[in-house]
């Protein structure tokens, strides 16, 4: 299959390794001092892409949710940031 147009994202995507597992590289987090966990680590396989890309719940945009709320004020502290 041949794909013409440089913007389309089936490009990408026909250059991925799909139902393979990925490597983990040697100076990832596994090899870390401080990673932890022992023992062989695998990467599940390469889930085939969806296109379009559905709607992600919650996501910007979406016509089900609106912005976030602001966060509450931390404890203590009063609306301009000092102390009571």
């Not at 139902?19 to 680590?41: K, Q, V």
């Amino acid at each position: 299959m041949t794909i013409e147009n440089p913007d389309d994202p089936r490009r990408f995507i026909a250059h991925l390794p799909i139902g393979e597992r990925l490597p983990i590289p040697e100076d990832a987090a596994p090899s870390w001092s401080i990673f932890p966990y022992e023992g062989e680590l695998t990467v599940r396989p390469l889930d085939a892409a969806e296109l379009p890309e559905p709607a992600r719940p919650g996501g910007r945009g979406t016509a089900s949710h609106g912005p976030a709320p602001p966060p509450p004020p931390a404890p203590g502290l009063s609306g301009g940031g000092r102390r009571r």
